[in-house]
């Protein structure tokens, strides 16, 4: 097996805690990860204070229907893309009335799609006022890029809480 690369547990702690000691909250609209980083997160003692829920949004509709993404947005612009990451983080930030949304959506392999190889992830982190979406190209197998997509976003959201 390959090594996944999973969030060091002090990095989820830390997240825990910097949201804790703000008052914040979080949830996350899941394709390539089906439902990793909110499990990641749920592995902390207390966690039901800071983790307000998620999707798993693993068929393009359900991006849609739960999170509300905008059709044209993914007529335009397909699942696998900035523009999807940016409005799936919204979405379900929105929906799940959390003060932060986490996006991930992206190739975990083996096979291209869409013309994205395996790997390719966009991670999308959005506050209400500001959306940052990130590109990230992911070695290993399926499980590493799974796991790398759930590390680097419990990073991106540590460095956006500063």
Same mark, same amino acid.
């Given at each position: 097996?390959?090594?996944? #690369?999973?969030?060091? %547990? %002090? /990095?989820?702690?830390?997240?825990?805690? #910097?949201?804790?000691?703000?008052?914040?909250?979080?949830?996350?609209?899941?394709?390539?990860?089906? +439902?990793?980083?909110? /499990?990641?997160?749920?592995? $902390?003692? =207390?966690?039901? /204070?800071?983790?307000? +829920?998620?999707v798993v949004v693993y068929a393009t509709d359900l991006k849609t229907t739960? #999170? *509300?993404?905008?059709? %044209?947005?993914?007529?335009?612009?397909?699942?696998?893309?900035? !523009?999807?990451?940016?409005?799936?983080?919204? +979405?379900?930030? !929105?929906?799940?009335?959390?003060?932060? +949304?986490?996006?991930?959506?992206?190739?975990?392999?083996?096979?291209?799609? %869409? =013309?994205? =190889?395996?790997?390719?992830?966009?991670?999308?982190?959005?506050?209400?006022?500001?959306?940052?979406? $990130? !590109?990230?190209?992911?070695? *290993? !197998?399926?499980? @590493?890029?799974?796991?790398?997509?759930?590390?680097? @976003?419990?990073?991106?959201?540590?460095?956006?809480?500063?």
């Amino acid at each position: 097996m390959t090594d996944t #690369a999973a969030p060091p %547990d %002090d /990095a989820v702690r830390r997240l825990h805690a #910097a949201l804790l000691s703000r008052g914040q909250t979080v949830a996350a609209a899941e394709s390539l990860t089906a +439902g990793l980083f909110c /499990a990641t997160l749920a592995t $902390v003692p =207390g966690a039901s /204070a800071t983790l307000r +829920g998620g999707v798993v949004v693993y068929a393009t509709d359900l991006k849609t229907t739960l #999170a *509300g993404v905008p059709q %044209d947005v993914l007529a335009a612009h397909g699942p696998v893309s900035p !523009e999807t990451a940016a409005s799936l983080a919204e +979405g379900v930030r !929105e929906r799940c009335r959390s003060t932060w +949304g986490i996006a991930l959506t992206g190739v975990a392999g083996p096979d291209p799609v %869409d =013309g994205h =190889g395996a790997g390719r992830v966009y991670l999308g982190v959005a506050d209400g006022s500001r959306t940052d979406v $990130v !590109e990230l190209d992911l070695p *290993g !197998e399926r499980a @590493a890029v799974r796991a790398g997509a759930v590390a680097a @976003a419990v990073t991106e959201l540590l460095g956006r809480l500063g």
